[in-house]
């Protein structure tokens, strides 16, 4: 990942995917079991895996002729900030959408709030370096009550089944799914909130109803992740979350977020927004992969290449956030590990976890707080506000 490893991995450039002409069209399949639907798949989600098996190049392996990959080879690798607390007057305010360009992308990047935030998702993955998921860390009272909010979002799953539909993919009762978090997200926030901060609830709301897909797209991918991230943020901010509790903002709170977000993706059929398909990460998300490398950094007997091993992935996936994510998206994925995500097979080729967890760092701030489409839903308020 670094630039120094390169000269181990010349390889020819990847052929470029032929021609539509040359490709057979197939009858509409379902992207997640492949089976038959009665409607046509939407263009951006479900791309057809490029027919060729890529070529095994540098650790981080975008599209070919993708300028990213030179991007993140040669960007510094982010570093833990403290995060800046909130003093009075507060001046809470309803976030909006700021960033529409590449120069706001920049502006953002060279703002303290953009450097804060980057630094903050650096820490928690800092917190949580060379620990299981089990391992016992400090639970504070406001913790364990957004583990709790986080359960009743979860029973709201069993509560509304899923619509038989003709429609295999997005299916409408995650709207009525969603249309109970977005009604009830004030009276969640009052749960842990003390009473000097009950009006930051206009402010933090946003960032929280945001933070788990997109009720008219049914789609979820890593910006709606980068907003519970953010939503974390502006917590650390008021102190309502402290530096003492990021471990188990980790291995409790975001564990128990990627529990709800992998149902709500299988129960209700969620898209992936704006997926990279078969050069993603996983469709969905990004951030168990920063977390979860760094867990596994100086692991005795655990590489970056045991990810091919089925054993270590059943044994270990509930302990490491890495490995669960290798498992899931092996459960919800047809075919050769390697064809349908060249990205991750190509990083288990890294020698070491510490490698893995800078470069994911680094990829995350190219590929997911640097992208415009992705960042044009990023909320700007008071707490994250725009400079």
């Known amino acids: 990942m670094e630039p120094e490893e390169h000269h181990h991995h010349h390889h020819p450039q990847s052929p470029e995917t032929p021609p539509p002409s040359t490709t057979t069209i197939s009858p509409p399949a379902c ?211 402290k530096e003492e509790d990021y471990p188990a903002v980790v291995a409790r709170v975001f564990v128990k977020y990627l529990e709800l977000m992998r149902k709500l993706q299988l129960v209700y059929c969620l898209e992936p927004a704006g997926s990279h398909g078969v050069w993603g990460l996983d469709d969905y998300h990004f951030l168990p992969f920063i977390f979860g490398s760094s867990q596994l950094i100086d692991h005795k007997y655990m590489k970056p290449k045991s990810i091919h091993n089925d054993d270590i992935l059943e044994n270990f996936s509930k302990e490491y956030m890495y490995l669960s994510g290798i498992a899931f998206v092996k459960k919800v994925k047809k075919g050769p590990f390697s064809e349908h995500s060249p990205l991750l097979d190509d990083i288990s080729g890294v020698p070491n976890w510490k490698k893995v967890n800078s470069g994911m760092l680094k990829m995350y701030k190219v590929e997911v707080l640097e992208k415009v489409p992705i960042m044009q839903h990023f909320l700007f308020g008071w707490l994250i506000n725009w400079e």
């Open 31 to 241: 992207c997640k079991c492949g089976a038959p639907t009665a409607f046509a798949a939407p263009p951006p989600s479900c791309s057809p895996p490029p027919n060729y098996r890529p070529i095994r190049a540098p650790a981080i392996n975008l599209p070919p002729n993708n300028n990213s990959q030179q991007a993140i080879i040669l960007a510094p690798v982010p570093q833990s900030k403290p995060v800046p607390p909130i003093s009075p007057p507060f001046r809470f305010q309803t976030p909006s959408k700021k960033i529409q360009s590449p120069d706001d992308i920049r502006r953002f990047h060279d703002s303290d709030s953009g450097k804060h935030f980057l630094g903050f998702v650096v820490a928690l993955s800092e917190s949580i370096r060379s620990k299981k998921i089990s391992d016992p860390c400090h639970v504070s009272p406001v913790t364990a009550a957004i583990v709790s909010v986080l359960e009743t979002l979860l029973k709201w799953v069993d509560e509304i089944p899923p619509t038989q539909q003709a429609a295999r993919y997005g299916n409408v009762s995650y709207r009525v799914w969603h249309d109970r978090l977005v009604e009830n997200s004030p009276d969640l926030m009052l749960k842990f909130l003390p009473p000097h901060l009950e009006a930051s609830t206009v402010e933090i709301v946003p960032y929280f109803t945001d933070s788990f897909g997109n009720a008219s797209r049914i789609d979820y991918g890593t910006g709606h992740e980068t907003n519970f991230a953010a939503w974390l943020y502006c917590l650390a901010r008021m102190e309502v979350i």
